[in-house]
């Protein structure tokens, strides 16, 4: 009653009261009334830690300076054999995807070869229910725990019976072959005074968030970096210019297999929306003077608000991974690879010589400024390893300063501008960024090129753009046109093949858009063809099965009009 009575007489803590000594104030009085002894203690950076125990688990409470909300973790929910760290990661993913407030996260304990498991939990706190919110808070994590701990018996045992912990790392070893039989190049270049302010580090979260997620925008708020320790970043340029390769890399060399950082961040769009990206750093392999780890990033979804509906991109979960190189050659060894194959292209066409030309130094040779070759050279090298994250951003320099350039420019530096064009859209294009990927292919519409054509046809059809079918059925007319006064067994091979992948996509779009019996009688004719039959079947089955659903969902949708009330 006392405590009733006091409570009529005190003011309610406001957000803008919220401190990290109010906090201190409030955490210590809730978990004395929870029966925990509390000691705190202080960092150099002025973050405050307490360690309690609480029923059967080890708890811990950070404070950090200028944050509003306090850090509840559960320390050590499990451990298992550092041989699991992959199906640790993998299961912290989709928990992590499924959790609407606690995150799990992991550290390697390598001097007991073991990976330990630990919870998260932000918390905002107010003087009244402070110790509510801390008990039920502890308590979620209980079961949260159990949840963690069964799952990962199960995964345990089904990857003993697949004889397999991994199947991404299967996957990039198979990768890394592929690049250690090739020339390997990579963007850990400075790049040369005064040729663009805003270049980025090929490392660099800021980078990352706008390759993989078009977030060149976003405003980072915290990041959270598990190593064998935990380390906070609230600075907002530090968190931009996070080089994502020094959780892994020290001294040329890799000092740890894996780490995990934590993002919260909003976008200027929606700065009252705080969203939160889990980003995986694994070590894959090494090379000869190169290292190889792999970048995954899950944008967690949001909820679902009435503003916001279930089929909006922000209540879906999103995920990118790639395959990055850390290069331990020096800028003067990369730059001199560079200068030696450009140069030989100069002399090449100089001397008369361009049938001699590869397909690197013939693009290389219509280049006369040094800086948009290097770019050129790097980022086709990188895009024909399919290393598309590291080659948009060379890429793109080279097309920044061709583009403003492009009316003094011969042909055959508009011909490698369009090459260019061309590569970032398919970088953009793998990556599933269609609207990206549509900016740079449209410049490569109406070049007569049928690589450029079915590139730039596959980006609207992927992008559903209603324009799709109309510029189909122009190029189609276009080919038959040409096709006129030619035999059929005159008709040259990449020509023909060019007018069997425009019906695929025209009958493609056709059953998107429901117009089943016009996508059939295309598909019919097909038929006719060897080369397109087993396709033309297979879609004919589709029609005929989407038939039967409209009509099974008319007559559930009859059935219910007519049931009386």
């Known amino acids: 009653m006392i405590e ?61 300076p200028g944050t509003k909300m306090i850090e509840l973790t559960y320390l050590y929910i499990a451990d298992t054999d550092l041989a699991n760290v992959h199906l640790v990661r993998q299961l912290c993913n989709e928990m992590n995807i499924n959790s609407d407030g606690p995150r799990f996260c992991y550290t390697l304990n390598e001097a007991k070869n073991k990976v330990d498991i630990h919870l998260f939990f932000d918390l905002l706190l107010d003087s009244d229910r402070a110790k509510d919110i801390l008990s039920t808070a502890m308590s979620n994590l209980f079961g949260s725990q159990n949840a963690f701990c069964q799952r990962l018996d199960t995964v345990e045992k089904e990857a003993k019976e697949n004889e397999t912990d991994d199947l991404e790392a299967a996957k990039s070893d198979v990768e890394r072959s592929c690049y250690m039989i090739r020339e390997q190049e990579l963007t850990h270049q400075k790049i040369a005074p005064g040729w663009r302010q805003n270049d980025n580090k090929p490392a660099s979260l800021t980078q990352w968030m706008d390759v993989a997620f078009g977030m060149a925008n976003f405003v980072p708020s915290e990041l959270t970096i598990v190593t064998n320790e935990i380390h906070h970043l609230a600075d907002r340029q530090a968190i931009e210019v996070f080089d994502l390769s020094t959780p892994l890399i020290e001294g040329g060399k890799f000092v740890r297999q894996h780490a995990m950082l934590d993002l919260i961040f909003f976008l200027p769009s929606a700065p009252d929306t705080r969203q939160r990206m889990t980003i995986s750093l694994q070590q894959v392999g090494k090379a000869k003077d190169i290292l190889y780890y792999r970048i995954t990033g899950t944008l967690l979804p949001l909820p679902a608000t009435p503003s916001r509906s279930l089929s909006s991109v922000e209540t879906n979960v999103r995920m990118e991974s790639a395959l990055v190189a850390y290069d331990l050659r020096t800028d003067k060894q990369l730059n001199d690879e560079f200068i030696y194959t450009w140069k030989e292209a100069q002399s090449k066409l100089a001397n008369g010589q361009e049938g001699e030309l590869t397909d690197e130094e013939c693009l290389l040779a219509t280049v006369l400024l040094q800086p948009v070759a290097s770019y050129l050279y790097r980022g086709r090298r990188l895009y024909l390893q399919k290393r598309y994250v590291e080659a948009i951003p060379h890429l793109f320099n080279a097309f920044y300063r061709l583009f403003y350039d492009f009316t003094t420019l011969n042909n055959s530096a508009k011909e490698t501008f369009l090459e260019i064009c061309f590569m970032l859209g398919s970088c953009h294009m793998e990556m599933l960024q269609y609207d990206r990927a549509f900016f740079f292919l449209s410049f490569t519409v109406g070049r007569n090129n049928i690589r450029y054509a079915e590139t730039y046809i596959n980006c609207l059809v992927n992008m559903n753009d209603f324009r799709a079918l109309a510029t189909i059925e122009d190029m189609l007319n276009d080919v038959y046109n040409s096709l006129r006064d030619i035999e059929d067994d005159q008709v040259e091979e990449p020509l023909q093949d060019f007018r069997r992948f425009l019906l695929r996509r025209k009958s493609y779009v056709l059953i998107g858009l429901q117009r089943l019996n016009e996508a059939e009688k295309l598909l019919r004719e097909m038929l006719k063809n060897q080369e397109d039959m087993e396709y033309a079947k297979q879609e004919l089955a589709y029609i005929q099965y989407l038939r039967t659903a409209n009509q099974n969902e008319k007559k559930a949708s009859d059935t219910s009009q007519g049931t009386p009330i």
């Not at 150099?44 to 811990?60: E, L």
């Open 4 to 64: 009733k009575i006091k409570r009529l007489f005190t003011q309610p803590l406001s957000l803008g009261d919220i401190t990290s000594d109010t906090n201190k104030q409030m955490v210590t009085k809730a978990l004395k009334e929870l029966n925990c002894e509390v000691e705190w203690t202080q960092e150099k950076s002025g973050v405050r830690f307490v360690q309690y125990d609480f029923q059967r688990g080890h708890f811990g409470i950070h404070l950090f």
